[in-house]
């Protein structure tokens, strides 16, 4: 399997039924070929830019540093297109989850996860995941399609919509940082994650700064390189065992990049240093990685690289194959990992009652018969397979 092999399986219609095509998604240079196609000069790209990502218009009456004749010329040709919101769902903690659908009918889901004075969203790259890590939900999902750029970008703005963020206010905005936690594989879908990001990180837009973003992998070692020169985001990396023999089986990527190859990558990673660290993702999962030998080992493999470690407990879903560690095996994992001289952050689990939490999110119904547990065990042979080949 290569990295890029999941590109497109199919591509979302570009435009409407009226053949508008959405803006939504495109370079700046991208925009500015549009606008000489139609006729229009070069810079009204940016002017549109500021209206699109700045102001959050969708409707082109609305954009009235343009000529009346422009702004109707636009709307002839053009939609600046939102998902729709199937699902709205808060929880009690505050957590919202949205789900929501692509023009073809596909369904993803992005989690708003807000605090004291600032909120993350948790944004998806993919419909679905290609890979079947045996702890998470989204790895059971059989279809699967990479989201284009202007899916991933409309996340942020529809959740910038929902929160009356428009235009952003400079301080104190409660969709403050993104991370790339959401359903899917980002560096399976890179161009399109690539592409979305620097939309996103533009400053005459939307504007969330680079060191606001994380993209979390779990382990495509030959694109973190590249994620790193041409982003610079934050890395988090999905480790969640301490060798090849258990992260083969919990995380299969494992098989075709194993660990000496991620750590590698990692102490590789563009820009790292003891003010700028990764962040290594560890799920608790009970009797399987959560016993003191596990974070002494831990300690030892993340020797040299400027690293955070993350504790999750582990998020339950129907059917899971494996329980959270005990909150007496957390502490004591934590404390000999904090003993060593790193920061590990037990991660509170946030929205777990709308089945928001961190490896929750699968488009599909909850409720398992013992058929559905059989699909999903043959949704995760035929992916296995598929990785091996
Ligand atoms: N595919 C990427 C990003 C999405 S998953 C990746 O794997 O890194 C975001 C994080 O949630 C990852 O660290 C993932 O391993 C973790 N996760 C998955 N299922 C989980 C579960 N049931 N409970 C807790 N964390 C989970
Ligand atoms: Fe995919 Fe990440 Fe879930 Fe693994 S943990 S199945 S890579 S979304």
């Not at 039924?17 to 070069?42: C, T």
């Not at 939609?79 to 369904?107: C, F, H, N, Y």
């Not at 988090?236 to 299969?252: C, F, G, K, Q, Y």
Request: aromatic share 6%.
């Amino acid at each position: 399997m290569s990295a890029s092999n999941h590109a497109s399986a199919f591509v979302l219609p570009a435009t409407d039924a009226d053949g508008r095509k959405n803006l939504v998604g495109l370079s700046r240079e991208e925009l500015e070929a549009e606008m000489l196609s139609v006729g229009l000069e070069k810079f009204r790209a940016r002017q549109l830019w500021h209206w699109i990502y700045h102001r959050g218009s969708t409707d082109f009456a609305e954009m009235t540093t343009l000529a009346k004749p422009v702004r109707e010329k636009l709307a002839d040709a053009y939609i600046v297109a939102r998902p729709t919101v199937v699902k709205d769902l808060k929880s009690a903690d505050g957590t919202r989850k949205w789900l929501l659908r692509m023009p073809d009918g596909q369904e993803v889901e992005s989690v708003h996860i807000p605090e004291e004075d600032r909120g993350t969203l948790c944004v998806s790259s993919q419909v679905g995941c290609t890979l079947t890590c045996r702890f998470c939900h989204t790895g059971t999902q059989r279809l699967v399609r990479n989201l284009d750029s202007a899916e991933i970008v409309a996340q942020v703005m529809l959740a910038r919509d929902m929160l009356g963020e428009w235009p952003a206010p400079p301080d104190g905005r409660m969709l403050s940082n993104i991370v790339m936690m959401g359903m899917g594989e980002p560096l399976f879908n890179y161009d399109n994650v690539a592409k979305a990001l620097k939309i996103v990180m533009d400053g005459d837009g939307i504007s969330i700064s680079k060191r606001r973003i994380t993209l979390s992998t779990s382990g495509v070692v030959p694109m973190m390189e590249r994620c790193g020169q041409e982003l610079n985001v934050n890395l988090a990396v999905s480790l969640h065992a301490v060798t090849d023999e258990l992260r083969d089986i919990i995380m299969p990527i494992n098989r075709k990049y194993p660990l000496r190859d991620l750590m590698e990558a990692c102490r590789n990673y563009p820009g790292l240093s003891n003010a700028r660290r990764i962040t290594f993702e560890y799920v608790m999962l009970k009797g399987i990685n959560d016993t003191p030998a596990d974070a002494r080992a831990l300690v030892k493999l993340l020797e040299g690289v400027p690293a955070k470690i993350n504790l999750i407990p582990f998020n339950e879903w129907p059917g899971a194959p494996y329980e959270r560690s005990t909150a007496r095996a957390i502490q004591v994992f934590g404390d000999i990992v904090n003993n060593a001289g790193y920061a590990s952050p037990v991660r509170t689990p946030r929205g777990e009652d709308i089945m928001a939490a961190c490896g929750q999110l699968k488009s599909a119904s909850l409720r398992m018969t013992a058929a559905e547990r059989a699909a999903i065990a043959a949704v995760i042979a035929e992916k296995d397979a598929a990785l091996a080949s």
